[in-house]
């Protein structure tokens, strides 16, 4: 489920994705590269190896960081748990007197 969650987080770009390009000043983000034409922008984002590539890697670079994010939130979460479990449980943190209280009769 978590890796689901990250998969989802970091949705994955389509090749021809708007946010990959300047239709306006001609330039591809994904590859760094400005066209002299719309149409040979239009055909570098529908045919380019180095185009799909460079999306391609993108997405990888998304996914692992929504799965890096997810990881630390996860221990995040431990942490609180825990913290909450020592806060509540008498005699077994070593900070409020080094270990269990003996037993009483």
Do not use: Q, W
């Amino acid at each position: 489920a978590g890796a689901t969650a990250a998969a989802n987080a970091g949705a994955r770009r389509e090749y021809d994705d708007p946010t990959l390009f300047d239709a306006e000043a001609l330039i591809c983000r994904a590859c760094s590269r400005k066209f002299g034409s719309a149409d040979v922008l239009r055909r570098h984002l529908a045919e380019s190896a180095l185009h799909r590539t460079n999306v391609d890697a993108l997405n990888e670079a998304a996914v692992a960081a929504a799965r890096e994010a997810a990881k630390e939130g996860a221990a995040a979460l431990y942490r609180r748990e825990m913290e909450a479990i020592r806060a509540t449980t008498v005699g077994s943190s070593k900070l409020d007197g080094g270990g269990p209280r003996p037993l009483t009769k």
